[in-house]
């Protein structure tokens, strides 16, 4: 091959890795990756987010039908992820669903990770991500989720999370349709 070829050749590699390098600086702290990184870059949903958030999820545990739900075993202290990576959100305390009976807490995916490692059991939450909303509708995926403590022979094989829609009938959040799902 010729010299100056392999020289071109080269350098276009070397500037796509600076390209790629300096993009990944750019999207991702140091040190940080996946729901850590969109964290950092995250700002609060706000008052108006979060109740519609609460009147959701409010709703959806009364119809028993979060996607995987059935991986909080009918425990009465359930915890929602307080991070929406996609979104870029941070839900507060506001988004808290109220339920007699049941004891409601946020937790970050880092809390939720170093809990499970104090503990040396699987910490399980609701999630929900993908918040957009119009005048009359909105749309968010839920879901439930859980971070195991490190184990090398583990394979996390769930878990699962839909979109579901409402539309604002009255002044009130009514349920719309369920839309698509995805397992991971």
């Known amino acids: 091959m010729n010299s100056d070829i392999e020289l071109k050749i080269a350098t276009l590699l070397v500037s796509g890795l600076l390209i790629i390098a300096a993009a990944e600086l750019s999207v991702a702290p140091k040190g940080l990756t996946g729901v850590q990184a969109a964290n950092a870059q995250s700002s609060p949903a706000g008052p108006e987010v979060e109740a519609i958030?609460?009147?959701?999820?409010?709703?959806?545990?009364?119809?028993?039908?979060?996607?995987d739900i059935?991986?909080?075993?009918?425990?009465?202290?359930?915890?929602?992820?307080?991070?929406?990576?996609?979104?870029?959100?941070?839900?507060?305390a506001g988004a808290?669903?109220?339920?007699?009976?049941?004891?409601?807490?946020?937790?970050?995916?880092?809390?939720?990770?170093?809990?499970?490692?104090?503990?040396?059991?699987?910490?399980y939450f609701i999630t929900v991500d993908r918040f957009e909303r119009s005048a009359d509708t909105v749309s968010m995926w839920i879901g439930t989720d859980f971070v195991a403590p490190a184990d090398p022979k583990m394979v996390k094989m769930c878990c699962c999370e839909s979109q579901v829609r409402y539309r604002r009938i009255a002044g009130t959040w009514t349920f719309a349709s369920w839309g698509e799902g995805v397992c991971r």
Do not use: C, H, M
Request: net charge positive; glycine share 10%; hydrophobic share 40%.
């Open 96 to 123: 808290l669903p109220e339920r007699q009976g049941y004891e409601f807490r946020l937790i970050s995916s880092a809390e939720a990770s170093a809990e499970a490692e104090r503990t040396k059991a699987s910490v």
């Open 70 to 92: 059935g991986l909080l075993q009918g425990g009465r202290r359930i915890a929602i992820r307080s991070e929406l990576p996609r979104s870029r959100l941070i839900l507060g």
């Open 53 to 67: 958030v609460r009147e959701v999820l409010q709703d959806r545990l009364a119809a028993g039908d979060i996607p």
